[in-house]
């Protein structure tokens, strides 16, 4: 077999053709084919095509401008049998180096210098009584199935999506609404303040106008009267003299009263910040795409109302050789390429961690290391703070394995708990809910509650940023708020006792860890309900303090006063 393995790789060396004739093959020879016989089902060149055509005068030959259906022809080369970069040519070889199957023009192509080369029908003994073909119906059945979910899926997103352009259409129409609203209120203001003031000026114009013709005929009839007087009459002349000089003296004083006021006019000046706040804004709201990377089905393949159960668990070792004390994690976060970023407050370290929960890099922080929440592509935050009331957020940037710390911000007050949406970041302080810009401006205060010392721990946000959820680990309760910070629910549950870490999944799932009651609950969207109690104590819950959903591994990642990471995989 070896010999002939390597005379015909000798014959394809000379000159490598996509067809061969068939004719000249039988010879020995290699010569590039030009024709394809469809009823011979053979190849041939320039000169067995002449021989062929002499013989077989009404079977139809294809030349090579029809080169394409050579291949698709039946009986050239079975289909499946048929190599995907040489068409005309059949695989007969495996390559082992490269676990590929192989056409006589491949390996002489790329595989010269491979040295584990096998004959198909060498290996291909015995394969119906190997245990993978066995299976492959099944699992291509699986995969079949699998596929056909996913496409359903995909249709079932189309359709929300289309729902979701609607409902944000209807927003957003309703956003034009209340402005429309809020723009016919003003104007009915600014006019019915125009018309009082033009009421108002009116009225002096008419008061003027009445003094004047009041004056004017008071004049008139105090001068008539004294003409009408003859000359014997000394006495009423004086009389009436007197009288008019005091007429004259009102007269006068009204006219220098009323010239005060050349005239009654109104001007108008528009409030300029109202057609530059407006101008200034594009669109009526921010547009973000939520895409789910991952793996590994996605969870948000699960329905909203899902209840998951726990199908088994795993831990893994997150201690250093360096650290000097037992790992106490405070924060977790997954990045899309599926490594995790952890810190550890009592060592005083950020660890990176690959997809096997392998430690890989770590940094150093100066003060103590509360959450992490990822922001970016590569990007995180850490919230640091010491007991010298020295609090920052930390933006370390994860390139080629690598923690870098790239800039710092400094805050006035504890940062416990770091969540993220859109371009704000929401740092908890304890007793306090503030949102920041990217940048670290303060936006407001969003929520309190000084009932307790911890009273606003972690936080978690819906991936609509309508709904933020709140563990208050003094009065064990989780607390539900809209986006205004008006308090939607409080929950309270016997396995709730000193809630800490909580998590809200990107389709809507929300998880809990209690610190007291060694419990992980899953809680439903509203966040009054408890639908299950995950995990506890004899699952391998020890003292929880944040926790974390992989929808690249489909399992809660739960830590703690722990040196090891506990997966909970969940179905």
């Not at 018309?195 to 004049?219: F, G, N, P, W, Y």
């Not at 831990?315 to 037992?326: A, F, H, L, Q």
């Not at 977790?332 to 952890?342: A, F, M, N, R, T």
Request: charged content about 25%; some cysteine.
């Amino acid at each position: 077999m070896a010999s002939k393995f390597e005379s015909s790789i000798q014959r394809s060396c000379d000159f490598i053709h996509d067809f061969a004739c068939s004719a000249c093959e039988e010879d020995g020879l290699n010569t590039e084919a030009q024709y394809f016989c469809n009823q011979c089902m053979k190849h041939y060149c320039d000169n067995c095509v002449t021989k062929h055509n002499g013989l077989y005068k009404r079977h139809t030959v294809l030349d090579r401008k029809d080169v394409k259906k050579w291949a698709a022809a039946p009986g050239t080369v079975d289909v499946l049998e048929r190599c995907k970069r040489h068409p005309g040519e059949a695989l007969k070889l495996v390559c082992g180096e490269h676990d590929q199957l192989c056409c006589h023009v491949c390996i002489s192509i790329d595989h010269r210098h491979c040295s584990s080369i096998q004959h198909i029908p060498d290996v291909a003994k015995d394969i119906r009584k190997d245990p993978g073909f066995r299976q492959l119906p099944q699992q291509v059945a699986v995969l079949r199935k699998q596929i056909e979910d996913m496409k359903n899926d995909r249709k079932k997103n189309s359709s929300s999506l289309r729902k979701t352009r609607t409902a944000i259409v209807d927003e957003i129409q309703a956003i034009r609404k209340k402005i429309n609203d809020i723009l016919d209120k003003m104007e009915k203001t600014t006019v019915q303040e125009l018309d009082r003031l033009v009421a108002d000026q009116d009225m002096s114009i008419k008061k003027d106008m009445e003094s004047c013709t009041q004056m004017h005929d008071e004049l008139k009839n105090i001068i008539d009267d004294i003409q009408s007087i003859d000359s014997s009459g000394e006495p009423p002349l004086y009389i009436g003299f007197r009288k008019c000089e005091e007429k004259i003296k009102q007269a006068k004083e009204i006219l220098q009263n009323m010239s005060s006021v050349v005239k009654y006019d109104l001007t108008f000046r528009k409030h300029n910040g109202i057609e530059d706040n407006l101008s200034s804004m594009k669109t009526f709201g921010e547009l973000n795409e939520c895409n789910v990377f991952g793996k590994q089905p996605l969870i948000s393949l699960f329905p909203r109302d899902h209840v998951f159960g726990i199908k088994g668990y795993k831990e893994y070792n997150v201690k250093m050789s360096s650290d000097k004390d037992k790992c106490d994690i405070l924060g977790i976060c997954e990045l899309p390429g599926g490594e995790i970023v952890i810190t550890d407050f009592t060592n005083m370290k950020v660890k990176l961690l690959d997809q096997e929960y392998r430690v890989v890099d770590h940094c150093d922080v100066p003060k103590y290391p509360f959450d992490v929440c990822h922001i970016g592509w590569n990007e995180v935050v850490v919230c640091v703070n010491n007991n010298d009331g020295i609090c920052e957020l930390h933006f370390i940037n994860i390139a080629k394995g690598k923690l870098v710390t790239t800039r710092k911000l400094s805050l006035s007050h504890r940062c416990y708990g770091a969540a993220q949406h859109g371009n704000n970041l929401y740092i908890s302080s304890n007793t306090a809910l503030y949102v920041y810009t990217m940048t670290g401006k303060l936006v407001k205060k969003l929520y309190e509650d000084k009932s307790g010392d911890n009273t606003v721990m972690r936080i978690a946000i819906c991936n609509d940023g309508k709904t933020i959820y709140i563990t208050n680990f003094s009065n064990n309760q989780l607390i539900t708020l809209d986006n205004n910070g008006n308090k939607l629910a409080t929950f309270t549950d016997p396995d709730l006792v000193a809630p800490d870490g909580v998590h809200s999944t990107t389709a809507g799932h929300v998880f809990v860890c209690c610190f007291n009651s060694n419990t992980v609950l899953q809680v439903d969207q509203d966040g009054k309900t408890k639908l299950a109690t995950q995990a506890r104590k004899q699952d391998g819950v020890h003292h929880p303090q944040v926790l974390f959903f992989s929808s690249r591994t489909s399992s809660l990642v739960v830590a703690g006063e722990k040196d090891t990471l506990l997966v909970l995989n969940v179905r």
